[in-house]
């Protein structure tokens, strides 16, 4: 982490002597002609005592090289070979842990280009190469050079609006000892992997009653305790294979892992997408059709056929395959709620590692019943049979299959600002989704697999009643002044304040807020008021459970209204542009430009910047005067949030 902050500091903190001079490197060019088509540009250069240019030779994964090129508008002329350098050095960074190549105090590069028009009389090349001391700073320079000698400089002015515009957003904040890190915060959220571990539990459990699965149980238990003369072994194979069963779906989540340590933000920004969501929806609606039995859904035979002549060899090898072979001839019933699994865990604070845990919940409880009946074989003989209740059960995960879709359609609606799904639009069809299912359930309507009912057993009607009465339970949601908390759904119907009635605020329970920084900073010094800071997000569940649970609270709510100066900042609002003239390019620790065009790419690297987070929700208690007055909070429980609240207030008044 040390390493991170380092190098936070050192790409972003402007205040050299150097910046309050001029620019810390000087650049002169010279032109040396060799014949009537070849010419050597010269680059003599002056750097500030301190100030570093690196190589074109400088290593990858470490500070940005230097680069000569011609522009895409310049014609008649190539370069020849790569630039020839004179007095370079090496020294080691702390930062990448690297041996990089520098020049210091000056240097000399020449670069040699050949006429193609031997009528031009001028060219233009771009010289860029990255200059550090306790800051960087890209040099971003287009010469336009005249072949008699004379030079003219365009600078390109990205670095330095960069370098303003990093400032403005970097707040000068004090008590910043009391901030959690990203990485911080992830370690210490426990309660959000074992919720996501439960429910990738729950989805292998229903996994194994589906067609797909539940008649391999007996098959698979009773070749490994039959086929074997050693009882002990076959017990030792079947738990192998369990154990096998969920490595494979744990693998599954690894390149998830590389993206998140690629980027921190980027499963953030690929779970708020809006056409990734719509991608999302479409995909669930097809898996639910399938669970309806309308279509299969199945991996390319050839893969099952692969894996199963594999699983022959015999030995640990083997029954790794076996597992494989029940993992690829498995898909069409695992499969959709795979899909789901990942769809959530991406959308849900904690990224990757939500995922693994999700992921290794399932795997689990897939694998559970090949070990423990190898361990107690007669269990399989109270067994139930096969038959038309694990149809049945494929049906009801299409259903709520097709309920989760229209939730990543939701995430979409709200992130582009469609208008289409208000909140009681997307109650509406929830409830119809349940008297569907209601009506299925009693057998008023039927699916293609289904068999003839004769008699709806206790169970079937009494998840029947359950899901009437959960319908009933919805139906408050899309009436005008609701006042029944919906609970037990909170966090996936869209906020309150995005609904088909005209609302007083567009603030979560019609609390006042401001979802500009500065207006809400100016507002708090005006009244003298502490500021809640809340980094949420459009698609973000956790965020609309803390609002409609956590913040409904009477106290908390009414110290919200009475006590904090509430800044809302939505870091997924993608498609609401910003002002013209507040775009700019922000450098990021990697040495790269990120654009900054839309309301979320601005307050998503304000919190990255200021933070060092990249989750939500996320709350900091802060004065008018930038002080940190708590550490700062996440999703959690009413009664540690009033105190968190409370301690902000007590800590401000002191």
Request: a neutral charge; one cysteine or more; glycine letters at 6%.
């Amino acid at each position: 982490m040390k390493k991170f902050i380092t190098l936070f500091i050192f790409l972003t903190v402007f205040f050299t002597k150097a910046q309050t001079e001029s620019n810390p490197i000087k650049i002169e060019t010279s032109v040396n002609k060799i014949s009537e088509t070849a010419y050597d540009i010269i680059f003599n250069i002056k750097l500030y005592e301190g100030w570093y240019l690196y190589s074109q030779y400088n290593p990858e994964n470490a500070s940005l090289p230097l680069e000569i090129s011609i522009p895409e508008d310049a014609t008649g002329y190539k370069l020849i070979g790569n630039p020839k350098e004179e007095e370079t050095f090496k020294k080691y960074s702390d930062v990448w842990e690297v041996e990089e190549v520098v020049f210091k105090d000056k240097a000399k590069i020449t670069q040699r280009i050949h006429l193609t028009n031997k009528d031009i009389t001028q060219i233009k090349i771009n010289f860029f190469g990255q200059v550090c001391e306790t800051a960087c700073i890209n040099i971003d320079e287009n010469f336009i050079i005249s072949l008699s000698g004379a030079t003219i400089t365009e600078n390109n002015i990205v670095d330095k609006k960069s370098k303003l515009l990093t400032q403005k957003l970097k707040l000068d904040l004090k008590n910043n000892e009391l901030l959690k890190s990203d990485a911080e915060v992830r370690s210490t959220s426990s309660n959000g992997l074992s919720s996501i571990f439960l429910l990738g539990f729950v989805g292998g459990l229903l996994a194994l009653l589906t067609p797909c699965v539940f008649p391999m149980i007996p098959l698979t238990v009773s070749f490994f305790t039959k086929q074997t003369h050693n009882k002990r072994k076959g017990i030792f194979r079947a738990v192998l294979y369990g154990f096998f069963i969920v490595i494979i779906y744990v693998l599954l989540s690894l390149p998830f892992h590389f993206l998140d340590n690629l980027d921190p933000e980027i499963l953030n920004t690929i779970s708020t997408n809006v056409w990734l969501n719509v991608f999302f929806f479409s995909v669930l609606v097809f898996f639910a059709f399938s669970f309806f039995g309308f279509y299969e859904i199945t991996l390319p035979s050839s893969w099952g056929n692969k894996m199963d002549s594999a699983s022959s060899v015999g030995g640990v090898l083997g029954i790794f395959f076996m597992a494989l072979t029940l993992a690829i001839v498995s898909f069409s019933c695992t499969g959709p709620i795979l899909g789901s699994l990942l769809a959530s865990s991406l959308t849900a604070d904690g990224g990757a590692t939500q995922l693994t845990a999700g992921m290794t919940g399932f795997g689990l409880a897939l694998a559970l019943p090949f070990a423990l009946f190898a361990l107690f074989p007669n269990w399989l003989n109270a067994l139930p049979k096969s038959g038309g209740w694990m149809n049945t059960t494929k049906v009801v995960l299409g259903f709520l299959e097709l309920a989760l879709a229209f939730k990543f359609l939701s995430n979409a609606d709200l992130v582009a600002h469609w208008d289409l799904l208000k909140r009681e639009v997307f109650i509406a069809i929830w409830i119809l989704i349940s008297i569907g299912l209601a009506l299925y359930l009693f057998a008023k309507i039927k699916f293609p697999h289904d068999t003839p009912i004769k008699k709806l057993s206790f169970s079937r009607i009494s998840f029947g009643v359950l899901v009437i009465a959960f319908s009933i339970y919805l139906i408050p949601g899309v009436l005008k002044n609701q006042t029944w908390n919906l609970s037990l759904v909170s966090g996936f119907p869209p906020p309150q304040f995005y609904s088909i009635y005209e609302q007083e605020t567009d603030c979560p329970l019609g609390l006042d807020c401001y979802t500009n920084f500065d207006e809400g900073l100016a507002k708090a010094k005006a009244v003298n008021k502490p500021i809640l800071l809340d980094f949420t997000g459009w698609a973000c569940v956790n965020c609309r459970k803390m609002e409609e649970n956590v913040w409904s609270e009477l106290d908390i709510f009414e110290m919200l209204k009475n006590d904090y100066i509430l800044i809302s900042l939505y870091v997924d609002d993608n498609k609401k542009e910003l002002p013209k003239n507040q775009q700019f390019d922000f450098l990021k620790e990697n040495g790269k430009l990120k654009k900054i065009k839309t309301v979320g790419d601005k307050w998503s690297t304000f919190q990255s910047i200021n933070f060092k987070n990249a989750s939500q929700p996320y709350y900091v208690l802060l004065s008018p005067e930038l002080e940190v007055l708590n550490t700062t909070q996440q999703y959690t429980d009413k009664e540690t949030y009033y105190a968190w609240l409370k301690k902000g207030v007590t800590n401000f008044k002191k």
